[in-house]
């Protein structure tokens, strides 16, 4: 069926491009742990109230200026009409009001220049936890490596240049993982297995390049059900290096492996049981 499929694909001219399934390229992130998640979270919130809080004191102080202009400009409108202050006594009624809401003034200003000093110092106290409690993230690809027949992984290399990963990588991976027996290599369409020189690693190792049909991973239904798998293994693990993660991907590909599958061509068998009674037979 294979060799009818490739038959077909070079009869009808299509293009020999790499892909993604068998020879999936993922990139993973590390997860950050729940309880930073949680303090990250309570951090935000805080900032969004302390942010409110100061859009109410804001409000406050444009209204309390506001009236603060309008006495003003009323007072100098009496000054202005003739209504002249008197100096008896510590001064008229009128003066001693004025004083009063002079003083007033200045105890709001007061006031304000201490609201100002404690929201920059829990502002600022905010940003500090959050820096604490950040997590650096760095995108690390993983290359899936599955055997359609077996469901056997064949191997999980991971490349620490993340997005940046080039076909030179991924094809020196592949040198040492692809079986010296291997037929048929399917791939999606990326440009990782359309470089040339992924195409004279298929001319030396003497395997057809199969590639999947644009926007239908479900063309290579067994890799993309790896990854998912994985994904899912993942979810929950924590590593801050390359190497944990390298640990924890080979952990996985060991488990992976050794525990039984219903896909296979007799249900119950793991990956590696079915290999060897596959050689056997």
């Known amino acids: 069926m294979m060799q009818a499929f490739v038959a077909a694909c070079q009869a009808s001219g299509a293009k020999t491009a790499p892909a993604k399934a068998v020879d999936q390229a993922k990139a993973a992130q590390a997860p950050t742990p729940p309880e930073v998640m949680a303090d990250t979270r309570a951090v935000r ?60 003034r200045r105890q709001q200003r007061a006031l304000r220049e201490r609201e100002d000093a404690e929201w920059r110092q829990a502002r600022q106290a905010l940003r500090q936890r959050l820096s604490c409690s950040a997590v650096s993230r760095a995108w690390i690809a993983i290359l899936v490596i599955t055997d359609n027949c077996t469901r056997q992984c064949l191997g999980l290399p991971i490349f620490v240049a993340g997005a940046h990963v080039t076909a030179d990588m991924v094809v020196s991976a592949l040198r040492t993982l692809l079986p010296d027996d291997l037929q048929f290599l399917i791939t999606d369409r990326g440009v990782h297995f359309t ?83 596959l050689w056997l037979m």
């Open 195 to 277: 470089a040339q020189v992924f195409q004279q690693l298929a001319a030396e190792q003497g395997f057809i390049h199969v590639v999947i049909a644009r926007h239908r991973p479900q063309s290579n239904g067994i890799a993309e059900r790896f990854v998912r798998t994985l994904k899912e293994w993942l979810v929950d693990k924590v590593w801050t290096t390359a190497q944990e993660l390298t640990e924890l991907v080979e952990q996985f590909r060991c488990d992976y492996n050794d525990r039984p599958h219903q896909g296979l061509g007799i249900p119950g068998l793991s990956p590696n049981e079915f290999a060897e009674r």
């Open 45 to 104: 919130q805080e900032q969004a109230e302390l942010r409110a809080a100061r859009r109410h004191m804001r409000e406050r102080r444009k209204q309390e200026d506001a009236i603060w202009r309008a006495l003003r400009n009323e007072r100098r409108e009496a000054a202005a009409a003739g209504a002249r202050l008197h100096k008896r006594s510590g001064g008229s009624a009128l003066a001693a009001h004025w004083r009063a809401l002079r003083e007033k």
